[in-house]
Structure formats: C-alpha cells, structure tokens
C-alpha cells in the first residue's frame, strides 16, 4: 500500500440549506429586482441619506425609514478585491473582483461583485453598469455583477 | 410590476466541503477496513480493553495502548437510539435505529445503522452482524458497512453487559 494510500484523508461535506424571511425592505428591494431590475434605497427622514440595499431603519439615526427612491443602474467603485482562486462558495470562477459600489443617487456602497477583462485596470472611482441575470428569482444574485463601463460595447 | 407575489423569503444554501486527515491510527484502521474488510482495535497497556475503533491512548486510563486486535464484525447492543424525526437529506425510511454493537472480541463500540428490524424492537443485548456493502470499499466503516442486522442469537444478558463495564 502506498504511502498515499494510507494516508485516509477523506471529504465530508456539510449543508446547510437555511429558508429565512426578508423582512419588509428587504423584501421590497428583491421584488424590484425580480420584476423590474430596478435598484431601490430608501430615504433616512432624519439624515437625508439614502441607504442601497434598503433596510428598515437607518443605522446611523436610528430612524424609520419609509420613502423609497429609486437609484442608478450605474455606480463608482469605491473599493474592491480581486479573486484569483476558485471556490465552491464563490459567485463567479476565479478571477473575479468583490466591489463596493456606490450607485449614482445613493449614500451608502452595495457589496457586489464585479467582471472585468483586466483587473489591473480597476481604479478607485472607476465607472460600473449593472448587468441583470434574464431568469430572476428575487435574490441579490439576480444582479449578476457590475461590468466596467469603458469596457462595455455601446 | 408583474401579477407575481411579493418577495418575502430568502433561500441560502451554505456547504462547509471539508478534507480531513484521520491520523495515523485511524488511517491504519481505515486501511485494513479498506483492504482487508477487517476490524481491528488495540489495547489498553493498564485496564486492557480492546478499543475500537483503535486509539492512541485509552479514553478511561488516559493510559498509552499496544498491539492490534483483530475483532469480529458482529456483536451486541449496547446502547440505540431511535430517529423518529424527518430532516434534510435524510435517507433512511424512519423510525430507524442507530446503535452502539460492541464487537464480540472488543470492549469500544463502533456506531451503525441496524436495519431488518423494526425499532422498536431492538434491545440492549441484541447480537448483530455486519452487512457490508458490495461496491468498492473506501475504508470507512460508515460506508463499507451498510448495516447490522440481527443474528437471532440469544442476547447477551444485561447483568453481563453491566459486569464487563459497558454500562459506562
């Protein structure tokens, strides 16, 4: 038997398939995903902000926050990790760049992912478009990723 | 806005995929599991159990262990538990039994289905034997062994179980 042989490492896997609710805002953020590939915020009343993805509540003020708005397909990357190795867990194959973008009318960054051909090229403030998956299931994923602007054909 | 209903429920699908090294002890034990489809334990150099699945050290005594012992695949109950409760991924139709069987030969228990039984119908004492599967062993026994299935033996008599102390 072979050194190998003996070694006996062996796989398991473990899962967990967890079913949860969305909450209000949440909720209303992925129907307009699902139905409209809209990208909705909500307004703080108090600080003026507006808060993408939308939550209940603002977390600086605390306060209620109830007037949706809607914000721009388009954003600026304020920053990002590129992912040069694949696995299982992650939303795209290797390489692929995790981004914060602030989308055009919003205060806060949406954690997304972003595809591009060179991620060298990624640069504070670079410009990203939203590209929406065709079949939709209300879930953050049916933003598929953002694509650099520049790189997109217009 | 289409005529479909609001999103209200989020769907997440988790899995942890873990490699695992079982150590050299284990790996020994797996290897003759997968080569030989033996058992084997080792025993303990102060209180001189058979321990099964073998270990470095006895679990009692704290004790270091020697030898390698070959031990039956078939055995007693010690200890069951019944699934009575349906989850995710289950296979097993329920109720199923999952049991403790001591090895004849050993003193350690090894865990394993049972199965042509009924579960309510397994005791303490019970002697069983192993159903090994007929695919290509890998050297686990959760997988090589399919399951354990009543011999109809006489049980062992649980004064005796309690007397060679496996009412810890």
New interface residues.
């Given amino acids: 038997?072979s050194e190998q042989?003996?070694?006996?490492?062996?796989?398991?896997?473990?899962?967990?398939?967890?079913?949860?609710?969305?909450g209000h805002a949440?909720?209303?953020f992925?129907?307009a995903?699902?139905?409209?590939k809209k990208i909705l915020g909500l307004k703080c009343p108090q600080c003026g902000r507006v808060v993408v993805p939308a939550q209940d509540y603002c977390e600086l003020c605390a306060a209620d926050m109830s007037q949706w708005v809607e914000v721009g397909q388009e954003g600026t990357v304020v920053t990002w990790t590129v992912v040069r190795r694949d696995h299982?867990?992650y939303p795209h194959p290797a390489p692929f760049a995790y981004a914060m973008v602030r989308l055009d009318g919003a205060d806060t960054c949406l954690l997304h992912t972003v595809l591009a051909r060179d991620y060298d090229a990624i640069q504070p403030g670079a410009r990203v478009r939203a590209v929406w998956k065709d079949e939709r299931t209300?879930?953050i994923r049916d933003l598929d990723h953002f694509a650099p602007i520049e790189e997109q054909p217009s | 806005?289409?005529e479909?209903e609001?999103?209200?429920?989020?769907?997440?699908?988790?899995?942890?995929?873990?490699?695992?090294?079982?150590g050299a002890m284990?790996?020994?034990f797996?290897?003759a599991v997968r080569?030989e489809g033996k058992i084997y334990g080792n025993r303990c150099t102060q209180c001189r159990r058979v321990i099964v699945p073998p270990d470095i050290a006895c679990a009692l005594c704290w004790a270091d262990t020697e030898g390698w012992v070959e031990v039956a695949d078939r055995g007693v109950v010690k200890t069951f538990t019944i699934m009575r409760v349906p989850f995710?991924?289950q296979q097993i139709e329920i109720p199923y039994c999952i049991a403790q069987i001591v090895p004849d030969g050993a003193d350690g228990a090894i865990m394993h289905l049972l199965q042509e039984v009924a579960a309510e119908d397994v005791r303490i004492g019970m002697r069983v034997e192993a159903v090994w599967g007929a695919g290509t062993r890998t050297?686990?026994l959760a997988d090589d062994i399919e399951y354990f299935r009543p011999t109809g033996e006489p049980d062992m008599p649980i004064d005796e179980l309690i007397a060679r102390g496996w009412g810890l």
Avoid: C, N
């Fill in positions: 038997m042989a003996e070694s006996g490492a062996r796989t398991i896997e473990i899962e967990f398939p967890y079913t949860s609710a969305t949440v909720g209303v992925l129907t995903f699902r139905d409209e299982v867990l209300g879930h | 806005m289409s479909t609001p999103v209200t429920i989020l769907q997440r699908h988790l899995r942890l995929p873990y490699t695992l090294s079982p284990q790996a020994k797996m290897t080569e995710y991924g050297g686990s």
